[in-house]
C-alpha cells in the first residue's frame, strides 16, 4: 500500500525535523542574547507537532495491522488528527503572545491558526464521511499543513538569530558595505 510508505516518510520527517530543532534550540542561547518567550514557544511547536504527527503516522500504521477496512482506517486516523490539531490549536492559543508581536507577525499567527482550522475541519468531515470517503488524501494533505508549520517555524528559529547578528554588526559598523561587487 503506497499511502503506508509515504506515511513512514512523514514520520522520519518528523523526527528528523523534531531532532534538529531540539539541537539548534540547546545549542542556539549565547551569553547576552535573549531567549524570549516567542522563541520558546516556536520551538516547542516545532518539537510538539512533529512528535504528535510522528505518533499520528505510527498509530495509523500499526492500525494498518489489524484487519480493518481502508475507510475505518483513514476514518479513525483522521479523528485522531482531528484530536491532537484541536489540542495543538488550544495549546499555541493559551501560550500566544500576540501584545508584543509586530502586526506581519500576528497576522501570520491568525493565518496559521486559520490553516490548523482548517486541518481540523477537513478531517471531521473525512471521519464523517461528508464530501470525503474516509480516505486517504484529507489525513495526508494534514501531515503536509502541519509540515509547512513546522518548516515555517523550524526557518525562523534558525534565521532570527543569524539576521540578529547581521543588525549588530551593521549598528557597530555603519560605514562598513559588507557586500562587494564587482
Known amino acids: ?5 509515504q506515511l513512514i516518510v512523514v514520520l ?7 531532532g534538529f530543532a531540539a539541537i539548534v534550540g540547546t545549542l542556539q542561547p549565547k551569553k547576552g542574547r535573549n531567549v524570549t518567550k516567542g522563541r520558546i ?3 516547542a511547536m516545532i518539537i510538539y507537532i512533529s512528535l504528535v504527527n510522528a505518533l499520528l503516522a505510527s498509530f495509523t500504521l500499526a492500525l494498518s495491522n489489524f484487519d480493518i477496512s481502508d475507510n475505518s482506517l483513514w476514518a479513525a486516523s483522521s479523528a485522531a488528527m482531528s484530536l491532537a490539531t484541536t489540542f495543538s490549536i488550544i495549546y499555541l492559543w493559551v501560550k500566544k503572545r500576540l501584545k508584543s508581536i509586530s502586526i506581519v507577525a500576528k497576522i501570520i499567527y491568525f493565518i496559521l491558526f486559520g490553516l490548523a482550522g482548517s486541518v481540523v475541519f477537513m478531517n471531521i468531515l473525512n471521519t464523517l464521511g461528508i464530501i470525503f470517503n ?3 488524501a484529507p489525513y495526508f494533505l494534514s501531515f503536509v499543513c502541519n509540515l509547512f508549520v513546522v518548516g ?6 534558525l534565521m532570527r538569530p543569524l539576521w540578529e547578528v547581521v543588525k549588530e554588526n551593521e ?6 558595505n559588507p557586500v562587494r561587487t564587482g
Open 12 to 18: 522520519e520527517c518528523c523526527i528528523i525535523l523534531a
Open 134 to 136: 474516509r480516505e486517504y
Open 41 to 43: 514557544v516556536s520551538l
Open 171 to 176: 549598528l557597530r559598523h555603519p560605514h562598513r
Open 152 to 157: 515555517y517555524a523550524f526557518s525562523r528559529l
Open 1 to 5: 500500500m503506497k499511502e503506508l510508505d
